[in-house]
């Protein structure tokens, strides 16, 4: 490991740092977008560290209630450390190994996240609290200093940052809590413009299929309710024969039942009163050419 100066060497060995680090990028990527789906769906982050990396937990809390950088919704997230009354009352009544331990039972439920920050990986109420969270399936993320380190063991998942200092530790933990803020609020807005591009086109194909129910029947000259202009009037007969169905082509209907009778040639085969039209007689009257005073009416 390389021994810089003081003063200006610190920024020499967090350049060192954060070049080495840069390899864990993908990890950060996968935290936050596995967060995305935690909160996204109800869940809940839980943070956790002691001194400056109690700073570094609230940090990240405070990014995913509040935001990152674009606007977005809330989420929760909890930094354990910052409710005092329930940690000292917990280390006064329980011990100090207790006070994320407890509220890691209080408000954790399977599916959570409890994140853990510590520089030298051995913080004993980090380790209960790590204990405690796997117990009920909340899944345990560390960010630590060198490995191999207790909590990285007792984590599911842990980032390591290999730096020779406690405050080059700090300086990079901050970088991944930004990482992983990045991470999230990116797998949120691909989330968001996927769901649009399926309500868009469930729109669509709702639009389609109603086009093909509401239109396509009246290609063929259909009523949307039945079918009745496929009724056939080209030879003047409807499917049914129902009264007032007779044929006014040919001229020619049935029996000459009222109302249907022909108009074309003028003759009713059992007309009323056996009267025939076609010469112009009525009964017994005779009206043949339209002299009034020689016919008689019954």
């Given at each position: 490991m390389t021994v810089h100066p003081p003063v200006v060497g610190h920024c020499d060995e967090l350049l060192d740092a954060l070049g080495a680090f840069r390899a864990s990028a993908h990890t950060?990527?996968?935290?936050?977008?596995?967060?995305?789906?935690?909160l996204g769906g109800g869940g809940r982050l839980l943070a956790a560290g002691n001194g400056g990396s109690a700073a570094q937990a609230q940090h990240l809390t405070a990014e995913l209630v509040g935001r990152y950088q674009d606007d977005r919704p809330?989420?929760?997230a909890i930094a354990l450390h910052a409710d005092t009354s329930s940690t000292t009352a917990i280390?006064?009544?329980y011990g100090v190994d207790e006070v994320f331990a407890r509220q890691v039972r209080a408000h954790g439920r399977a599916g959570d996240v409890l994140m853990l920050l510590?520089?030298?990986g051995a913080s004993a109420n980090l380790l209960s609290?790590?204990?405690a969270a796997r117990a009920a399936g909340v899944r345990v993320w560390a960010l630590t200093g060198c490995a191999p380190n207790p909590l990285m063991a007792g984590s599911d998942e842990s980032l390591c940052v290999d730096a020779p200092s406690t405050a080059t530790v700090q300086e990079i933990h901050l970088v991944a809590v930004h990482m992983i803020?990045?991470?999230f609020d990116t797998a949120l807005a691909r989330s968001a413009a996927a769901g649009a591009d399926r309500g868009s086109g469930a729109r669509q194909n709702g639009a389609r299929q109603n086009g093909v129910r509401g239109g396509g029947a009246r290609q063929n000259g259909a009523h949307p309710d039945g079918v009745r202009r496929e009724g056939v009037r080209r030879d003047g007969v409807r499917?049914?024969?129902?009264?007032?169905?007779?044929?006014?082509?040919s001229g020619a209907t049935g029996n000459g039942a009222p109302g249907n009778g022909t108009r074309g040639t003028g003759t009713r085969d059992d007309a009323?009163?056996?009267?025939?039209r076609g010469d112009g007689a009525r009964g017994d009257g005779v009206r043949g050419d339209g002299a009034r005073g020689k016919g008689t009416r019954r």
């Open positions: 950060t990527q996968r935290w936050g977008e596995r967060l995305a789906a935690v809330p989420f929760s280390a006064n009544d510590s520089t030298s609290a790590a204990d803020c990045a991470a499917p049914d024969g129902a009264p007032g169905n007779g044929a006014r082509g009323r009163g056996n009267g025939a």
